[in-house]
């Protein structure tokens, strides 16, 4: 036995054969441990297979792991783990909960697949800044619906979520086409000299404020207008906090690779660490384009650059209906592989492929194309879009570092893409299980510490003694997503306890009310 320089006790356990450290926090005396997970194989993050052991758990970090005999108190909550895996919960690298913490602090569909932490603000929609004088939730579209008024900042955000005793922690980006509307308005055009430098001013309040980067989505309007050297400008502020540069990128289909090679530019120029986001090769001619996209990486990888990415577990996307289509020319071929997900002018349509109910009305699908996006309110219909191939998503899964995003749009009134009830339980049931494209622990890492270190988690992501002590337990011989295009929004099985910051927040299927997330700022401790 001996201490490591953190004041941590280390000892050395034999468990079948195998040898592992175990670390245990010093306790001050009488300070009494309030949860401890026994009996539990233990995923602790860093990409090692499991051991067997216990979890000790007080005032919302982790004390001990390994053999936690002997320290039951009167305070103690216990649970068996029956031999079940033990991992830090997982982190949702890109979400756009920005307005489901208003709208659904409880946060079911993110606790019930395992995921206590998520980073929002991405695809440059973010809900900060933001202007006394215009919707937050118009200016993405619908996207960040349900985002409360009254703040226009990154703290002021944070106080107004916090409110509402969010289930899940979150780490917010700065979004591109939040500030490009903010001061330039959804004007075709390029800033002026005085409007970029309002803008840049914007993104670095946030930064300051604890963001942790700064995001675009270059398909989206205003984002769309926008020249690369203006991204470099604004890209270039994360460079003073090392912060991160994520993107959706100005295209994902037949000029992916150009695409790409923007995006790194970027990243040389404004010398910050660029994160390409949904990574994919859209559209059945450009299917397979992800391996030369991943060589091109692997290259700028190799001369220093620092670049990461996610990707999502399905074959279909989703997003904005209007932004795909320019309405004086109808993509047929399009429109033909789109499901409606969200459909405010036309309610009876939700769920449904176009091709279905044009043939359904006697419709050509282009005019329903045009029925639906010049509706009143059609502008916000989200769509379901099934452009990707299956043999790419393996090929994304199997790259190193390849992180996990749901690009879940929380539009619950709909149908919504079943990416966001499923996510992470998919990806360790379809493709850890049953596919064996990377192994149990290796996918726990890419959703657990190198997220965490990617996006800034301070002490999040491992089960180490000290971290914040966010866990997943769950039963790899049978975890799996349920959500389906046409049943969504149900949640997936295998996983018997979630717990955040110390607190359980999910127990056999039962959501507790808990309330315990927190306001994560980057590489720093939590806000409030």
Not at 174 to 184: L, Y
Request: charged share 25%; proline share 3%; hydrophobic share 35%.
């Amino acid at each position: 036995m001996d201490q490591d320089q953190s004041g941590a006790l280390r000892v050395v356990r034999q468990h079948r054969g195998t040898q592992y450290n175990i670390s245990f926090l010093r306790k001050k005396e009488n300070h009494m441990s309030q949860l401890t997970i026994r009996n539990v194989n233990i995923l602790d993050g860093t990409g090692t297979e499991a051991f067997y052991g216990d979890v000790t758990i007080e005032d919302g970090r982790i004390t001990g792991v390994g053999d936690a005999t002997g320290s039951v108190t009167n305070n103690t909550t216990e649970i068996d783990g029956d031999g079940l895996h033990l991992a830090p919960g997982f982190i949702d690298t890109h979400s756009h909960d920005d307005g489901a913490f208003f709208r659904h602090p409880g946060m079911e569909f993110k606790l019930a697949q395992g995921v206590t932490s998520v980073v929002t603000g991405n695809c440059g929609f973010s809900a900060v800044p933001a202007s006394a004088h215009m919707d937050s939730a118009k200016a993405s579209g619908g996207i960040l619906a349900g985002i409360q008024a009254g703040f226009t900042d990154l703290e002021g955000y944070f106080e107004a979520v916090l409110q509402n005793k969010p289930a899940i922690n979150n780490m917010m980006l700065t979004g591109h086409n939040t500030v490009r509307s903010i001061v330039v308005g959804h004007e075709q055009r390029a800033p002026t000299r005085e409007e970029l430098r309002k803008m840049r001013a914007l993104v670095e309040q946030q930064l300051e404020q604890g963001s942790c980067g700064f995001s675009t989505g270059l398909i989206y309007t205003p984002g769309k207008w926008s020249e690369t050297e203006e991204i470099i400008e604004l890209a270039s502020a994360a460079n003073l906090h090392n912060a991160l540069y994520t993107t959706h990128m100005r295209n994902e289909g037949d000029r992916l690779l150009e695409a790409v090679e923007e995006t790194l530019t970027i990243g040389q120029e404004s010398d910050v660490h660029v994160h390409i986001s949904h990574h994919k090769s859209a559209g059945q001619p450009n299917w397979g384009k992800v391996r030369a996209s991943l060589e091109r990486v692997d290259e700028a990888l190799k001369l220093g650059q620092r670049v990461t990415l996610d990707v999502y577990p399905y074959t279909a996307g989703s997003g904005r209906m209007i932004e795909y289509f320019n309405l004086e020319k109808i993509n047929r071929t399009f429109a033909e592989v789109i499901q409606l997900a969200s459909c405010a002018a036309f309610r009876h349509y939700e769920g449904r492929m176009l091709v279905d109910i044009a043939k359904e009305e006697a419709i050509d699908i282009t005019d329903l194309v045009k029925k639906i996006l010049t509706a009143p309110g059609g502008e916000k219909t989200i769509c379901v879009h099934f452009i990707i191939d299956e043999k790419d998503i393996e090929t994304n899964l199997a790259h190193a570092d390849m992180m996990v995003g749901s690009d879940g749009i929380p539009d619950l009134r709909g149908r919504p893409h079943p990416r966001l009830f499923g996510t992470f339980p998919r990806v360790l049931g379809k493709y850890v299980r049953e596919r064996g494209i990377l192994s149990l622990p290796e996918a726990v890492r890419r959703m657990t510490s190198l997220s965490a270190e990617t996006f800034g988690l301070q002490d999040r992501g491992k089960i180490q003694a000290g971290y914040w002590a966010d866990l997943v337990l769950f039963d790899p011989a049978t975890i799996i997503d349920t959500a389906t295009y046409d049943n969504p929004k149900q949640e997936p099985t295998g996983i018997s306890l979630v717990v955040v910051n110390g607190n359980i927040a999910l127990q056999n299927g039962q959501h507790s009310g808990a309330g315990a997330g927190k306001m994560l700022r980057y590489r720093r401790e939590a806000f409030g």
